[in-house]
């Protein structure tokens, strides 16, 4: 069974940083893309950021490009997400989410349960 | 990256069809081979419902069926039912590489 469970979601004031991880299970972790993408409870879905399988490839929603740095350790089966110079907007739920295959582009066939961060003095 | 154009909110009664619309542009639908949709029920993690314009996953009722003509694609359910109700979000990769959601559409089952 594919799983992927979020953490490290929390409280951050504005200007501070935050890391979230995704541990992985039930499938071959290096052999998919994988992403984070958030919504605003009540609102939409936005994708935030993605990276290819071997980390060659990796883009970012203009919003949070320069501020949030996507990684992923296949050793560990894990997914992360650096944010950095949080600022209330970024408040969200997150989900980490699996990739079709390997390329960067295509769309997510499993979610996690996201991880919700709050970004408030 | 602008988000895709959806309605907020579409409506049918059980047993209909309904069809929600997603109008994007030549950097995004219309470029692309990798268009999907998503539902979500309140609460829960958002499904594929279709992937690569018109293809279903495994386990997806095929009353969910996809189109895609020119800078806009659609999704249409038929019979609808009472378990259908849920938002709807478009999705489609640009030539930027980045990806975009539209903004969501809630459908009502009257």
């Known amino acids: 069974e594919v799983r992927l469970v979020e953490s490290g979601g929390g409280l951050v004031q504005p200007g501070r940083s935050l890391r979230l991880s995704c541990a992985a299970s039930?499938?071959?972790?290096?052999?998919?893309?994988m992403h984070w993408v958030r919504q605003v409870p009540g609102k939409g879905l936005e994708w935030v950021s993605g990276?290819?399988?071997?980390?060659?490839?990796?883009n970012y929603e203009d919003s949070v490009k320069g501020r949030f740095t996507i990684s992923r350790d296949n050793a560990w089966k894990s997914l992360y997400l650096e944010m950095k110079s949080l600022r209330p907007e970024d408040s969200a739920l997150y989900y980490c989410?699996?990739?079709?295959?390997?390329?960067?582009?295509?769309?997510?066939?499993?979610w996690g349960q996201g991880t919700l961060v709050t970004v408030s003095s | 990256q602008s988000a895709l154009t959806q309605p907020a909110s579409v409506s049918g009664s059980p047993g209909q069809s309904i069809t929600i619309f997603c109008t994007g542009t030549?950097?995004?639908?219309?470029?692309?081979?990798?268009v999907s949709w998503y539902q979500q029920h309140p609460g829960k993690a958002p499904k594929l419902m279709i992937f690569?314009?018109?293809n279903r996953p495994s386990g997806v009722s095929n009353r969910f069926s996809g189109f895609k003509f020119g800078n806009t694609a659609s999704l249409t359910i038929s019979g609808l039912q009472a378990e259908d109700e849920a938002d709807y979000y478009c999705?489609?990769?640009?030539?930027?590489?980045?990806?975009?959601f539209g903004g969501g559409t809630k459908l009502t089952v009257l």
């Open positions: 989410a699996r990739g079709l295959d390997h390329y960067a582009t295509r769309p997510f066939d499993y």
């Open positions: 039930g499938f071959t972790f290096e052999d998919y893309a």
């Open positions: 990276i290819s399988w071997s980390s060659g490839i990796i």
């Open positions: 030549s950097s995004d639908i219309g470029g692309s081979n990798y």
């Open positions: 690569d314009v018109s």
């Open positions: 999705f489609s990769s640009t030539d930027r590489s980045t990806l975009v």
